[in-house]
């Protein structure tokens, strides 16, 4: 039993820090963040976008496959869903999606290798596994996916067979990702996902029975009747499990734009003080155990690729977070599913029927994008970096995006100034770093260099 949330702190947590500067933010995943997407497309031009992202010479191809349906509604849940039980709307949902692969993929240099697909969701498993061999046919069939390439699935364990196993190894996965959230039934009930630890452990050794060689574990942190002990037993639950790499998530709650998110309310949501103390416990244990704080809640052992990036200096990321890959234009499928080309993102319609009629009618299924102009994109550079490497040298940066950095964001620069005082940054020879301390406010340092960001104008979940 913890008494308070400063016994459990290891050093490297300032808590009155993080209370100080927890606000609300972009994670990220994109910048601008998709808060500035847009559905004035006129001008934007995103269709001549692919045809300019596919000269001769292009870099490597990244994939999403969005699938989206669900038995049930976990309450806490923010992913576009579509809740139903009719497995067969797979089947035709794979139609729609063979249209919109169509209308792609003549238009994509055909030299371009795929190193890196994506299955996510809603519940991939839902599809039955001849679906999934008919989905892994369609990938195939149509594009040219690289030896070796991160072919990952997003596994709900309440929703898997051995056979679904299969199926996807035949198909070519070979990373999973499982969300487990919370091992505490009284939690599970509360949050409306019911999900047994041995669901959990069976989940695992059919997927190193199959050959998957990373496996990530997702945690939320900030649902009801979670408290430090039981979170602090969950994250030990899952330690057994031997994950190659955890992200422990601050529950968002956003019920302006998730109203299932209110049901939440009702049962008492922790306070924040509570949501800091059980990332402690979570952070402290993770890191005792001998698993490497990547940033922003994600951790991964030191062996795994994603460890192995950032003491490289060579981690990105982009719409699935961390990645080893740089480079890579994205190309997304299925309803809601975003793209992004060097200078343009593109987001598909958010409902199952707007998004069909386009495909069904020839239509390329967007409804909201963005165009970056050349200042987006050296911001976008800036921001990655931090976000990724925690540091920034000036004079590599300066090379990277064409600029003298520290005189073109001089203003910037000095508004680090209080994080400085405060220890988050500190000044080195050629740039800045963010310490350990600061570590969890990684977004908050990128927030400086945030062109777009106003915190009275935008509503994000906090950053912790
Ligand atoms: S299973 Fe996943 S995607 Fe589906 S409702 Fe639950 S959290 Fe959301």
Redesign the pocket.
């Known amino acids: 039993m913890y008494s308070s949330i400063e016994s459990i702190a290891p050093a490297q947590l300032d808590f009155d820090l993080i209370r100080k500067y927890s606000i609300s933010g972009p994670r990220y995943t994109s910048y601008p963040s998709a808060t500035q997407f847009t559905t004035d497309l006129a001008s934007l031009k995103l269709d001549e976008a692919i045809d300019a992202d596919n000269q001769p010479g292009s870099g490597p191809l990244s994939l999403y496959f969005h699938l989206p349906f ?1 038995e049930t ?2 309450w ?2 923010g ?1 576009t ?1 579509v809740i139903t039980l009719n497995h067969a709307a797979a089947g035709d949902y794979i139609e729609g999606l063979a249209k919109e692969v169509a209308l792609i993929a003549p238009r994509l240099d055909r030299h371009r290798k795929v190193n890196q697909v994506h299955l996510g ?3 991939p498993t839902f599809f039955p596994p001849d679906d999934l061999r008919r989905l892994g046919a369609l990938i195939h069939a149509n594009f040219d996916i690289a030896p070796g390439a991160e072919f990952s699935v997003e596994i ?1 364990p309440r929703r898997l067979t051995r056979e679904h196993v299969a199926a996807l190894a035949e198909i070519g996965a070979n990373r999973a990702s499982l ?1 487990v959230q919370d091992t505490d039934p009284r939690v599970q009930l509360a949050i409306h ?1 019911y999900q047994p630890h041995a669901l959990n452990r069976q989940a695992f050794q059919w997927l190193r029975e199959f050959g998957f060689g990373s496996i990530n574990v997702d945690l939320i942190q900030g649902l009801p009747l979670q408290n430090t002990e039981s979170f602090g037993r969950t994250v030990e639950d899952v330690l057994g499990l031997q994950p190659d790499r955890l992200s422990v998530f601050s529950y968002a709650h956003v019920p302006w734009l998730k109203p299932a998110q209110k049901i939440l309310e009702d049962q008492g949501l922790p306070r924040p003080e509570e949501k800091l103390s059980m990332y402690a416990i979570a952070h402290a244990k993770l890191t005792a155990a001998g698993y490497v704080d990547i940033g922003l809640d994600h951790f991964a052992r030191p062996d795994d690729a994603l460890a192995q990036a950032q003491a490289a200096g060579a981690l990105h990321r982009n719409f699935q977070g961390y990645s080893t890959h740089a480079g890579a234009s994205l190309y997304g499928f299925g309803l809601s599913a975003i793209s992004s080309t060097p200078d343009t993102y593109r987001q598909n319609h958010r409902t199952l029927p707007a998004w069909r009629a386009a495909v069904d009618a020839g239509q390329l299924p967007y409804d909201r994008g963005l165009r970056l102009n050349p200042e987006d994109v050296r911001r976008r550079t800036i921001v990655m970096r931090i976000m990724c490497d925690r540091r920034l040298d000036y004079a590599s940066l300066s090379r990277e995006i064409g600029v003298d950095f520290a005189a073109t964001y001089a203003p910037e620069l000095a508004s680090l100034s209080d994080l400085e005082a405060d220890g988050i940054v500190r000044r080195t020879a050629g740039g800045f770093e963010v310490t350990a301390v600061g570590s969890p406010l990684l977004r908050v340092v990128a927030m400086r260099f945030d062109a777009y960001y106003r915190p009275a104008a935008q509503r994000h979940a906090q950053a912790i």
């Open positions: 669900c509604r976990c806490f849940c992913c869903t969701g809603g519940t709900d969300g996902r």
